[in-house]
């Protein structure tokens, strides 16, 4: 499937700003056999004193920028065109829960792909024995992992509700868990807490999500939007796959790659800081389209 892509932050300050440095996570990654960004631009107004391009540990990139100069407003916008493969179906090659144990001691990597960086704590997860029963209830002797990814997966699509006005950003996954309520970020968050607590690696997944509009009703521009989910570490056989808490659902070609991390303080959008004392709003519009 091929896609073209285009997202604007616009950021409208209360009093002007100045000394903003900001990190920029918003181009596609490149990934063999599943997704190639054809081409890709990150752009911003006003343009920024400084600027780098790199690429950060986990492979996702990273564009910084620098505004010295004061400024009312910010808009960073982001154009690419993307070819996401069809995945064909696996079989379940996965360990049972009682043997991933030893295939993960077998890694001894420690690239970023290694499963040993999202085995433990990260910087916005911790442990959660509230969280570790639930995913208990869904474990039984002989499972294997990918099954119970599938089976919590659906716990947490049938038992939260979507609710987008129910959590910020800042939201913790107790916080989530308890209210039964929140956004992909959310069910996403929830799910990698549930997953490390059986001791099987799972980490936070940033993209995009092609929406389809109901029958009878045109894509209305700009409606789409940035989309998160999980991945987990299948064992050595099957290595890392991708599923979809919100819709629950394994991941395939509507699902577009941004980047990869421990959860979402690793791929945030944009990260930053600057000098002002006032508000700010905060406006955004994405445009998933297939080209014909």
């Given at each position: 499937?091929?896609?073209?892509?285009?997202?604007?932050?616009?950021?409208?300050?209360?009093?002007?700003?100045?000394?903003?440095?900001?990190?920029?996570?918003?181009?596609?990654?490149?990934?063999?056999?599943?997704?190639?960004?054809?081409?890709?631009?990150?752009?911003?107004?006003?343009?920024?004193?400084?600027?780098?391009?790199?690429?950060?540990?986990?492979?996702?990139?990273?564009?910084?920028?620098?505004?010295?100069?004061?400024?009312?407003?910010?808009?960073?916008?982001?154009?690419?065109?993307?070819?996401?493969?069809?995945?064909?179906?696996?079989?379940?090659?996965?360990?049972?829960?009682?043997?991933?144990?030893?295939?993960l001691a077998?890694?001894?990597?420690?690239?970023?792909?290694?499963?040993?960086?999202?085995?433990?704590?990260?910087?916005?997860?911790?442990?959660?024995?509230?969280?570790?029963?639930?995913?208990?209830?869904?474990?039984?002797?002989?499972?294997?992992?990918?099954q119970i990814a599938a089976d919590i997966s659906k716990a947490i699509h049938t038992d939260f509700t979507y609710d987008p006005e129910a959590t910020s950003v800042d939201t913790t996954p107790r916080e989530a868990f308890t209210l039964k309520a929140g956004v992909c970020q959310d069910f996403s968050h929830v799910m990698i807490v549930a997953l490390r607590s059986l001791g099987i690696p799972a980490g936070y997944v940033s993209g995009f999500l092609r929406t389809i509009p109901p029958p009878g009703k045109e894509r209305l521009e700009g409606a789409d939007a940035m989309h998160a989910w999980v991945r987990f570490w299948a064992g050595a056989t099957l290595g890392w796959m991708e599923i979809d808490p919100?819709?629950?659902?394994?991941?395939?070609?509507?699902?577009?790659?941004?980047?990869?991390?421990?959860?979402?303080?690793?791929?945030?959008p944009v990260i930053g800081v600057l000098k002002s004392y006032g508000n700010q709003e905060i406006d955004q519009a994405v445009d998933v389209i297939p080209v014909k």
């Open positions: 499937m091929l896609y073209d892509l285009s997202l604007r932050m616009h950021y409208a300050y209360e009093v002007p700003v100045s000394g903003g440095r900001h990190v920029v996570r918003l181009l596609p990654l490149s990934i063999p056999g599943r997704q190639r960004l054809i081409a890709g631009t990150i752009g911003a107004t006003p343009s920024p004193e400084e600027r780098s391009d790199s690429v950060d540990f986990f492979d996702n990139a990273a564009t910084s920028m620098v505004f010295r100069k004061a400024h009312e407003t910010l808009t960073i916008r982001m154009q690419a065109r993307v070819q996401v493969e069809t995945l064909a179906p696996e079989a379940d090659l996965s360990p049972t829960i009682e043997r991933l144990a030893d295939e077998a890694i001894w990597s420690i690239d970023a792909a290694a499963p040993h960086h999202f085995a433990g704590r990260s910087p916005r997860l911790g442990d959660d024995p509230d969280i570790a029963a639930y995913a208990r209830k869904h474990v039984k002797s002989g499972m294997t992992v990918r919100t819709n629950d659902m394994f991941v395939n070609s509507d699902h577009i790659v941004v980047g990869y991390g421990r959860d979402y303080s690793d791929v945030a």
